[in-house]
């Protein structure tokens, strides 16, 4: 019996035993806690790419030497 074969009956069965062993309190901080997780992992992302952006950035300023920028 492979996963594939679980079926909708399976599901309810697996959320109701998972129901009755931990008990909606504890369910539901779980979830919360999940949540935290991964706005926590998205704001990491998030913070990391503007941090690779800006050294980007700095990379590929002007780096022409002082007394050539005043020839045209």
């Known amino acids: 019996m492979g996963l594939g074969n679980i079926g909708l009956p399976g599901i309810i069965l697996i959320a109701v035993v998972v129901l009755v062993l931990f008990g909606r309190g504890k369910i539901a901080g779980l979830m919360g806690e999940v949540g935290?997780?991964?706005?926590?992992?998205?704001?990491?992302?998030?913070?990391?790419?503007?941090?690779?952006?800006?050294?980007?950035?700095?990379?590929?300023?002007?780096?022409?030497?002082?007394?050539?920028?005043?020839?045209?």
């Not at 990391?48 to 800006?54: C, D, L, R, V």
């Open 36 to 72: 935290k997780g991964i706005t926590s992992f998205k704001r990491g992302i998030n913070e990391g790419s503007q941090e690779i952006e800006a050294e980007t950035a700095e990379a590929a300023k002007d780096v022409t030497p002082a007394d050539d920028k005043d020839k045209v």
